[in-house]
């Protein structure tokens, strides 16, 4: 019989910093893409390791009630769908991904396609959403529309879009998306300057409660960054 080849999980941890005894903990299993902690809940985002077509999900999980499930969003797009980024503002999940499905074929360029950004305001209690695209040029196989920097101030998110291909020049511009109450606008704008800190398997940046923290890895130490 097959066997699998690997297993995605989270182990998570509640712990009480002031009596250093661990409160709860849970592992979660599943293709977990990536993983997001505010006061009170968790929040994953999986999606198939194998199976690109695969829609994405956000689950949230409430710490303070024994990691009870809240709810369950799913990314309802065409094609290959990848979030990108998300932002939890009030009640609602502020969501960038990116989008490119086959509308065509050329015997000279391949597969043609469109490459979308789609910004999503969703619900966190109910699951649901509204979203708005914003399409980028009319793509052959061989052109990319990356989507770089992420900025946040407030509602607005903005972006790095990196535009790269064999036969034509590298361009890059910035893209501001709002998230307001009544809807989602989007805006050419400076691009973002690329942020000096990343996660290099060493050691990671998070952000909590309004301040930013690095995690040491190799000396298991915490520290604010100012």
């Known amino acids: ?64 009630d024994n990691f009870s499930h809240i709810s369950q969003i799913t990314i309802n797009t065409l094609g290959v ?16 991904c990116k989008s490119i499905y086959q509308t065509g074929f050329s015997i000279m360029r391949g597969f043609l396609g469109n490459s979308e950004l789609v910004a999503i305001s969703a619900d966190i209690q109910s699951g649901d959403y509204y979203s708005k695209k914003y399409i980028f040029d009319y793509i052959p196989t061989d052109v990319t529309n990356n989507i770089g920097e992420i900025v946040w101030n407030g509602n607005i998110s903005t972006l790095l879009i990196e535009r790269r291909g064999l036969y034509i020049d590298d361009t890059t511009y910035g893209l501001a998306v709002t998230f307001n109450d009544d809807g989602i606008s989007f805006e050419k704008t400076e691009p973002p300057t690329k942020n000096t800190y990343s996660y290099t398997g060493k050691s ?23």
Do not use: C
């Open 1 to 64: 019989m097959p066997a699998p080849e690997r297993v995605f999980y989270n182990a998570v941890s509640v712990m009480d910093l002031n009596n250093t005894e661990i409160l709860q903990k849970r592992a979660f299993y599943g293709d977990i893409q990536d993983m997001y902690v505010d006061k009170d809940t968790l929040t994953f985002h999986t999606q198939s390791s194998t199976n690109y077509y695969d829609k994405p999900k956000i689950d949230t999980f409430d710490m303070s």
């Open 81 to 96: 769908t990848r979030i990108e980024d998300i932002k939890k503002i009030g009640n609602s999940y502020k969501i960038i």
């Open 204 to 226: 990671s940046i998070f952000e909590y409660d309004g301040k930013k923290f690095q995690i040491d890895y190799r000396t298991n130490t915490l520290e604010t960054i100012p």
